[in-house]
């Protein structure tokens, strides 16, 4: 007897290890296929999690009579598990058993390999790995044919298998804050791929292999050591949004001409911009080249009728086309750091609205311009048409007249020469101009903002070619259904109107990829029916009536900037506000009732 001491604890603390997952959470697992073990403080999976599937419950082998909520023999396999949040090191072989998991969260813990028989999660549609301390990806993973979403910022990786390109169904791959310096050509085999996050890891070059990711819309490869984009790149035919802030750069890269409409350029060493390449970025909205080289600025600039911000702050720019004060969609325009010569430095410290008024004011009438037959048509007001801007420009412009209707002369003007936009904005406008509409075949940019208007008549919902439409500062409470019609309409303006929900429209517009709300009186929105847009990247309710925040808005994952300040809300704190858009939609899936 002496030789065999008796642990006399040994039942208690197998008790405790068998109580880190109380019975109550594992019954609601089997009838639910749910389990969420996020933030436990776990360093290891307990095995009765592995053998969710497998074991039999407590109740069926008392042989206990059921109601019908209770039917053990009724269970569904487990196929969602989270477990994130913990301090989990490793996993164990078992894993393989939950072969029905789709989703499987391990962000945020400290796990420095993974095993292989994550391979045999067949069923897999997203594997969560953020947050860890991987040095490596097993070749396994590649297996799982079905993975939509791998997300593993913020681990050590420093090579990519070579079988990567065997993840055929992926649409979402975060491979940023990693340590990478090269991509394996098989790269251009995701052929589903959507999302492409590769920015700050210590990439020297890019796969020629780029090319053949044709559904690829977001591209981020900022904070590299980049010092050319390949050729291939312009064959990316459904890129909208490309991030190369804090690389080596020091030209654009060829570009696809058809479908970029955000380029980030800030933080390289470009030193001039080619004007053939300008000529090409016709849907270009957004432009950004802060804290280059950039000496001259050229005209071709003028000519990006879609461009709503240019950002050249910190730059050697020393003279700047007073042209750029025409461009029909810009409403911002940051000069700052510049050596500029003829603008004040005051005036840079004004805003974008005064200082294009300003280079709108330098541009220098045109010799023939005093030939009022051929090149202006005199209006009521006195006010001159200027033929060569609709002809250049495509424009339409009749703004800050405070006056109550847009004169018939003016759309005679416009005839037969395909205005892509129009600008009546800062007047006293109760309702849209019935004229409009004869611009519907090719009218994609409309600015109605600072106006009178309560409701928007059926002309504007005729306008099928429109892409943008700015209705700030009205007094507006109602969108139309029939604007459901603008499949397009890529960025809609609401802010400063009196909408107390989110416009039930708008959820019918799956083309949407910004929406400003902030400063009305929503109290209300669908995350379910938000979720539905899914090209949606901004989103602007800011300033509103939002008594709670809806956790299911985090499932809103295309979202990359949300403005929900202002608002009366509890939760999320500030403190997670600050944070970022990234964190707050984090938080919100965190709790999302499982």
């Not at 491979?175 to 991509?183: A, D, F, I, Q």
């Not at 007249?401 to 007047?427: C, G, R, W, Y």
């Not at 507006?476 to 429209?505: A, C, G, H, W």
């Not at 847009?533 to 499932?555: A, F, R």
Request: proline fraction near 5%.
């Amino acid at each position: 007897m002496s030789g065999s001491k008796v642990d006399s604890l040994v039942g208690f603390r197998m008790a405790k290890a068998e109580l880190v997952v109380p019975d109550g959470l594992l019954k609601a697992a089997r009838k639910s296929g749910q389990l969420n073990l996020s933030g436990r403080g776990l360093t290891e999976v307990p095995q009765s999690v592995y053998r969710l599937n497998i074991d039999t419950s407590e109740e069926a082998k008392h042989n206990v009579s059921f109601g019908t909520t209770d039917r053990w023999w009724e269970q569904t396999d487990l196929a969602k598990l989270l477990l994130a949040s913990n301090q989990l090191t490793a996993l164990s072989d078992d894993i393989g058993l939950l072969c029905a998991l789709t989703v499987l969260d391990l962000h945020d813990n400290r796990l420095n390999s993974l095993p292989s028989a994550l391979g045999d999660l067949g069923e897999l549609q997203q594997l969560r790995l953020s947050h860890n301390q991987l040095k490596s990806l097993p070749v396994e993973v590649c297996a799982l044919k079905n993975l939509r979403s791998l997300t593993l910022q913020r681990n050590a990786i420093e090579n990519l298998p070579v079988q990567l390109g065997q993840l055929q169904s992926l649409t979402e791959l975060d491979l940023s804050n990693n340590l990478l310096k090269n991509l394996p050509p098989s790269l251009g085999d995701l052929t589903s791929l959507q999302k492409l996050n590769l920015c700050h890891n210590k990439l020297t070059c890019l796969p020629d292999s780029l090319a053949l990711l044709r559904n690829v819309k977001l591209l981020d490869c900022s904070n590299n050591q980049l010092t050319d984009i390949p050729v291939s790149l312009s064959q990316m035919a459904a890129l909208e949004q490309l991030y190369l802030r804090h690389n080596k750069l020091h030209l654009l890269p060829h570009l696809p001409a058809t479908s970029i409409k955000e380029l980030y350029f800030g933080n390289n060493h470009i030193e001039r911009l080619d004007p053939m390449q300008l000529l090409n970025l016709t849907e270009v909205s957004l432009l950004e080249l802060r804290d280059n080289k950039i000496k001259v600025l050229p005209e071709e600039i003028t000519l990006l009728s879609m461009l709503t911000r240019l950002d050249l702050t910190n730059n050697d720019i020393i003279t700047l086309p007073a042209s750029v004060g025409l461009l029909p969609s810009l409403t911002t325009l940051q000069l700052e750091g510049n050596p500029l010569r003829g603008i004040r430095r005051d005036l840079l410290t004004k805003g974008s609205s005064e200082l294009l008024k300003y280079l709108r004011g330098r541009i220098k009438e045109e010799p023939e311009r005093s030939d009022e037959g051929s090149t202006a048509v005199m209006l009521p007001s006195q006010a001159k048409v200027n033929l060569q801007k609709i002809k250049a420009l495509r424009l339409l412009e009749y703004s800050e007249k405070q006056t109550d209707s847009i004169p018939d002369e003016l759309f005679d003007a416009a005839a037969n020469h395909s205005v892509v936009a129009i600008d009546f904005s800062k007047n006293q406008l109760i309702s849209v101009p019935t004229r409009l509409g004869e611009l519907h075949s090719s009218l994609s940019d409309v600015n109605l903002g600072f106006n009178r208007l309560n409701c928007l008549s059926p002309e504007i919902c005729s306008l099928l070619q429109l892409m943008h439409v700015d209705l700030r500062n009205n007094q507006l409470s109602i969108l139309p259904s029939d604007m459901k019609n603008l499949t397009k309409l890529r960025s809609i303006i609401l802010n400063y109107n009196r909408f107390q929900s989110f416009p039930e429209v708008l959820y019918h517009l799956v083309s949407l990829e910004t929406v400003l709300l902030a400063n009305n009186r929503v109290g209300a929105l669908d995350p379910v029916c938000l979720k539905k847009l899914s090209h949606l990247t901004t989103l602007d309710l800011s300033n509103n009536d939002l008594l709670n925040i809806p956790p299911e808005l985090g499932l809103c994952t295309s979202l990359r900037c949300l403005s929900l300040e202002g608002n009366p809300f509890r939760t999320p704190r500030p403190a997670i506000m600050t944070k970022g858009t990234d964190v707050v939609l984090e938080y919100l899936r965190s709790r999302i009732p499982t």
